[in-house]
């Protein structure tokens, strides 16, 4: 599960990876009673609007997912915000599922840090995973139902834009 601001356009990106089979958006790293948009949009939840990833390891990696969540679906550099949006719901997050994925994750931050790929240091958190609360009907898929809607076109299609030319052998129509 990545969480990387707004879940839409972490949404869009990985529905757009070979390898992908399912994304759904919602809530993780809160409780079952504060898991909707309302009270998450609070930043008072400790819930980071998430995205939950199910994908093929024979067609993709899970190091490839981590690259692809880097390079293209977010900023994180970012404390506590995306862009315009502003909170810890917005934050930079992966909860990993057991321990390779969380020193696989941990690893390719501590090279992306030494590398100095970034102008400034990751902030993504790495928590294991506790639960995830699937978002209102009306978040899932949201980009591909409301293409012109502005802060889509603004925030989110460049980003899938991105993993088409950054990432041409993992992207998928």
């Given at each position: ?16 990876v ?39 390891p ?60 970034f ?55």
């Amino acid at each position: 599960m990545f969480a990387g601001g707004c879940f839409w356009g972490v949404d869009a990106v990985f529905k757009h990876v070979k390898g992908v089979s399912s994304v759904v958006s919602g809530y993780a790293g809160g409780g079952a009673a504060t898991a909707r948009y309302g009270v998450v949009s609070t930043g008072t939840t400790g819930h980071a609007e998430s995205v939950k990833i199910t994908y093929d390891p024979s067609q993709i990696s899970y190091s490839d997912l981590l690259r692809v969540f880097f390079s293209v679906a977010h900023d994180p550099t970012q404390l506590n915000r995306q862009g315009p949006d502003v909170g810890s719901q917005y934050r930079s997050a992966i909860f990993y599922a057991n321990e390779t994925e969380r020193a696989t994750a941990q690893a390719y931050i501590d090279q992306l840090n030494k590398g100095g790929v970034f102008s400034g240091p990751i902030v993504t958190q790495v928590a294991s995973f506790g639960h995830f609360y699937p978002a209102e009907d009306y978040h899932q898929n949201y980009l591909a139902l409301h293409p012109d809607q502005p802060y889509i076109v603004f925030n989110d299609l460049p980003k899938v834009r991105r993993l088409q030319q950054q990432f041409p052998t993992l992207y998928k129509p």
